[in-house]
T-cell receptor, first 118, second 108 residues
Framework: DTEVTQTPKHLVMGMTNKKSLKCEQHMGHRAMYWYKQKAKKPPELMFVYSYEKLSINESVPSRFSPECPNSSLLNLHLHALQPEDSALYLC?????????????????FGPGTRLTVL | AQRVTQPEKLLSVFKGAPVELKCNYSYSGSPELFWYVQYSRQRLQLLLRHISRESIKGFTADLNKGETSFHLKKPFAQEEDSAMYYCALNSSASKIIFGSGTRLSIRP
């Protein structure tokens, strides 16, 4: 399996709701990423997990809470979001975040979850 | 500051014409540069990287350190090349910095 999968494809939630986005890969990758992509903009890095530990948090508000239960799964828990948080949320994985050359740091992207906050 | 600049938001060329998507970067050190492509309704995917020096789908990109550029080129555009193209820089520890993207539209 050489794909990153994400569920759900679409999510609509209110500002008081709690929801979670899920990401899964079975390529044996040890680095996993969350990106946020607004319409007509490039992806912006939110979090990086390396070997199931949070390595990078790009000053993301605490209403976004990542979790990496095992090396294949990555979750993003959402609570008390704002309408401006509506975006496409992309998950990606790579073999290893510390490889500086070769294919080890190629990131494979999932199809994304389109989130709408009402 | 680490930055990737794609000056063209939209590039429209006729089928069979040459294509060049511009990318300039700012990075202190040895950069690792990529081109990612996002076709309509498909996921973002790696097109090519400067390290491998390969040609993918007829596209090539050469790293020019003197001009700090990594332009993407194809001699003869095809309709299926229509997509959003992002130039990206691997800054450190796999933190990818994306350019703002260029939408390539191939006219029949």
């Amino acid at each position: 399996d050489t794909e990153v999968t994400q569920t759900p494809k679409h999510l609509v939630m209110g500002m008081t709701n709690k929801k979670s986005l899920k990401c899964e890969q079975h390529m044996g990758h040890r680095a996993m990423y969350w990106y946020k992509q607004k319409a007509k903009k490039p992806p912006e890095l939110m979090f990086v997990y390396s070997y199931e530990k949070l390595s990078i948090n790009e000053s993301v508000p605490s209403r976004f809470s990542p979790e990496c239960p095992n090396s294949s799964l990555l979750n993003l828990h959402l609570h008390a979001l704002q309408p401006e948080d509506s975006a496409l949320y992309l998950c990606a994985s790579s073999q290893d975040m510390w490889t500086t050359s070769g294919s080890g740091n190629e990131q494979f992207f999932g199809p994304g979850t389109r989130l709408t906050v009402l | 500051a680490q930055r990737v600049t794609q000056p063209e938001k939209l590039l429209s060329v006729f089928k069979g014409a040459p294509v060049e998507l511009k990318c300039n970067y700012s990075y202190s050190g040895s950069p690792e540069l990529f081109w990612y492509v996002q076709y309509s309704r498909q996921r973002l995917q790696l097109l090519l990287r400067h390290i491998s020096r390969e040609s993918i789908k007829g596209f090539t990109a050469d790293l020019n350190k003197g001009e700090t550029s990594f332009h993407l080129k194809k001699p003869f555009a095809q309709e299926e090349d229509s997509a959003m193209y992002y130039c990206a820089l691997n800054s450190s520890a796999s933190k990818i910095i994306f350019g703002s993207g260029t939408r390539l539209s191939i006219r029949p």
